[in-house]
């Protein structure tokens, strides 16, 4: 799709989205031809800011778009793809991202509250600052953690296995590694971090 139609569509679901008329954005399928579907094709789409609000995008192919700061919440896009997208600071509050391929996308500073990321594939994704409150379909686990900095916390992904704290994301050693580096000189918050670990630990095995 070029971006000029493009911008005609989101002029439109601005409008709809203000109540001015317009139309609601629907980026999914194009047609059918010889029964199979030919998806919207938005790839390496600008997209930067973009209000598609409640927007329809499932199957959409949107892989390596910039969707930089953008609103998508209550936007649909199962089934969408999203390799290598910029998604920094993306709001996703209450998105529909079940079976969203999201591989090595960048959702840092992402709002993904309450969104449904059942069977979402988030390998190789950058999910450091990302707002994880009542999502659906993982257990994202976030516990503050007692220091002179604000909002310094550890988040575990159980069902990725990975753990995220500042600009940290990786296995359980490399975060003790990593905690072990970067406080070598400070025991007591050393064992603050051990102490988190720990009741994360306990609490996903209950």
Known sequence: MKQEELDIILDNHGKWLRNEGGVRA???????????????DLSNAN??????RGAE????DLSG???????????DLSGANLRHADLRGVNLDNANLRY??????DLSYADLNDANLRYTDLRGANLNWVKWQH?????????????SRRNNQITYIKELE??????????LDELKASVEQTH?????????????????LNEVAE
Do not use: P
């Open 65 to 75: 778009a910039n969707l930089d700061n953008a609103d998508l919440s209550y936007a």
């Open 100 to 105: 969203t391929d999201l591989r090595h996308a």
């Open 162 to 171: 990975i753990w995220i704290t500042d600009c940290f994301q990786g296995t």
């Open 57 to 60: 995008l499932s199957y959409a």
């Open 135 to 147: 999502v659906e379909g993982l257990t994202v686990i976030c516990v503050q953690v007692d220091t």
């Open 184 to 200: 070598k000189d400070n025991e007591k918050l050393r064992k603050r971090y051990y102490r988190v670990i720990d009741f994360i």
């Open 47 to 52: 997209l930067r800011g973009a209000n598609l």
């Open 26 to 40: 629907d980026l999914r399928y194009t047609e059918l031809k010889n029964t199979n579907l030919i998806y919207a």
